[in-house]
């Protein structure tokens, strides 16, 4: 089954320690999308890349970096996580021009 | 800004029907769509109106008036593993797209 995957599932890191998350999808869709989503919160979006052209949005912290090597992967960089940077970080991927938004099951990040 | 309001909690019998509102400002605006989010999970996309009007997809239904920047999610023959949040989300320019705040429903026997 066509599908958008993240791994890993649950990811423990030390405070100021790199940390790569990352993201694959089946549906051959060109649009990727990264969400960080706090508890009892509504998803953010953090950046999003539309083919190769890469759109960050304006209060997404310098800390978050995104790379998408081709149509199938995306990876989200941390490069110094703070205690705040816990959260789901979901992944989801559409069709351009088209709304429905498909998501993965997200990555839990744990700081300690 | 762009903002997208809804009431933080609803609560409904089983069996009944719910709706729940959504508000929206922004500039450049193509349509809005509705995610259901079980706890622990993925949002899943559940509508999108692009025009004014009713759209209806089994028990679920979505409303918008772009005159009036609202919009609606109406769940019909509620059922308990309809419990779970709903987020309306405004589609921008470029596939840009913003969440509202998100309503958690509860539905009680």
């Known amino acids: 089954d066509a599908m958008v995957i993240q791994n890993p599932r649950y990811q423990v890191t030390q405070f100021g320690k790199p940390v790569t998350l990352s993201c694959s999808q089946t549906?051959?869709?060109?649009?990727m999308y990264w969400y960080q989503q706090k508890s009892s919160q509504a998803p953010k979006l953090l950046f999003h890349?539309?083919?190769?052209?890469?759109?960050n949005e304006a209060d997404t912290p310098d800390n978050f970096q995104s790379r998408r090597p081709n149509t199938s992967f995306c990876f989200l960089d941390i490069r110094s996580p703070g205690l705040g940077d816990a959260a789901m970080y979901l992944c989801?991927?559409?069709?351009?021009?088209?709304?429905?938004?498909?998501f993965g099951p997200g990555t839990r990040l744990l700081v300690l | 800004g762009q903002s997208l309001e809804q009431p933080s909690e609803v609560t409904a019998v089983e069996g009944a029907i719910v709706q729940i509102n959504c508000t929206y400002q922004?500039?450049?605006?193509?349509?809005l769509s509705w995610y259901q989010q079980h706890d622990g999970g993925a949002p899943t996309f559940l509508s999108y109106?692009?025009?004014?009007g009713l759209e209806e997809t089994g028990r679920f239904s979505s409303f918008l008036s772009r005159s009036d920047s609202y919009g609606y999610l109406l769940l019909q023959e509620l059922q308990m593993k309809d419990s779970a949040s709903y987020f309306c989300?405004?589609?921008?320019?470029?596939?840009?797209?913003?969440f509202g705040t998100g309503t958690k429903l509860q539905v009680i026997p």
């Open positions: 922004t500039s450049g605006f193509y349509g």
């Open positions: 890349y539309y083919d190769k052209d890469f759109n």
């Open positions: 989300a405004f589609s921008g320019g470029y596939q840009k797209v913003t």
């Open positions: 109106n692009a025009l004014d």
């Open positions: 989801a991927t559409s069709r351009g021009g088209q709304e429905t938004q498909y």
């Open positions: 549906l051959n869709h060109n649009v």
